[in-house]
């Protein structure tokens, strides 16, 4: 019997070999909901995570996203001194067209059953107004627009999080954190590539930009006319001292990889090493990667911030602290003579072990 099951998708065992808590599926007829909530670990505190629509084409591919996202959120909460644990809700659906007021009341019942341990927000396929309505049926949502309470559009302080960690990355190089003089190639020039360029522009580096989109590259020519625009294929290739990834994740693959002429790479697109062993490549061919769950980690501080009454200059605050964060996992990275990637590893998962140790010693959990 052990040999025919193989291949046999277990839920258990992959919630055992990445530490995740609690799976919970939910499902309403009345409104066609099919949804999978994943709590990764809440050492820190309650699971936030956003909530993704994607027309998956297996039910296991929607189960094995919120497996990933949501470990990946415990450490993108770590990293940033969030206390908060990650979590991950994913609905099965195509959000071009299954959208509707009673499906996301529906989730908002399922998510305010848990009574708190998962805040949950925007993610790909959703939007603000979404949670408009999820948030008449439960009182854990974040990251509402701003006419309804929440703290609204969190692109400008994730670009400002990835510049702060791009100075960070430039005074690791170069000895000094200024970008003025720098080549920066940008690829994605959607909400948060935009208002990076903005960034960059200002403080005199020299950007070059590519886009999938039209109105994109049209936006930025017009307001940055200095800016280069080179072809998505080109991107990869072009003479530059930063490489900056906005866009889609995976972008650093075994087709790609090979085509870098920057001395370091520092952007907001997730998961943007198709393999871990590509970090191990760049670390050996002296590439900096500033792991991007690092860098992009401005929305998330955003959103928990509202949790404590939001604070516009307190979010920011701690977002400069990616700067901070960032210099520490280079230290880290130099002196094991690790992938920074790993080092980041490294310092979330002492974080989340000192702290589990202290609540284990005055709490007695």
């Known amino acids: 019997m052990k040999n025919e099951r193989k291949d046999v998708f277990s839920i258990f065992e992959q919630m055992e070999k990445y530490g995740h808590e609690q799976v919970i599926f939910n499902y309403d007829k009345a409104t066609g909901l099919k949804s999978i909530i994943a709590i990764h670990d809440t050492t820190l505190g309650p699971a936030l995570g956003g909530c993704r629509m994607w027309n998956y084409e297996t039910e296991q591919d929607a189960i094995k996203d919120a497996l990933r996202l949501s470990r990946g959120m415990t450490y993108k909460c770590a990293v940033s001194n969030i206390m908060h644990g990650g979590g991950k809700a994913v609905i099965i659906g195509d959000p071009r067209k299954d959208k509707t007021p009673e499906l996301f009341q529906s ?84 909400k948060v590539g935009y208002v990076l360029v903005k960034y960059l522009i200002e403080e005199g580096a020299r950007v070059i930009a590519t886009d999938i989109m039209e109105d994109n590259i049209n936006r930025v020519k017009e307001e940055f ?59 050996e061919k002296g590439i900096l990667y500033a792991p991007d769950y690092v860098v992009n ?68 959990r």
């Open 225 to 283: 006319p200095e800016v280069e625009i080179v072809s998505p294929n080109e991107i990869f290739g072009v003479e530059c001292d930063i490489f900056s990834p906005n866009a889609l994740g995976a972008v650093i693959n075994d087709e790609t990889i090979s085509q870098f002429k920057c001395k370091a790479i520092c952007g907001a697109a997730n998961n943007v090493l198709a393999e871990e062993h590509h970090g191990d490549f760049l670390h």
């Open 107 to 190: 989730l908002g019942t399922f998510v305010e059953t848990l009574k708190g341990r998962y805040y949950t927000g925007t993610d790909v396929g959703t939007v603000g107004m979404d949670f408009v309505h999820a948030a008449k049926q439960s009182e854990y949502i974040v990251g509402l627009p701003e006419e309804y309470g929440g703290s609204g559009n969190s692109a400008i302080i994730t670009a400002y999080g990835v510049w702060r960690g791009m100075k960070a990355t430039a005074k690791e190089v170069f000895g000094t954190d200024s970008l003025e003089g720098l080549t920066v190639a940008v690829q994605g020039l959607g």
């Open 297 to 364: 980690a401005g929305g998330l501080i955003q959103v928990a911030d509202e949790l404590q009454g939001y604070n516009k200059d307190r979010a920011f605050r701690n977002a400069s602290l990616i700067y901070d964060t960032l210099t520490e996992i280079f230290t880290i990275s130099k002196e094991e003579n690790m992938p920074t990637y790993k080092a980041a590893d490294k310092l979330v998962e002492k974080r989340i072990e000192i702290i589990g140790q202290l609540q284990s010693k005055y709490t007695g």
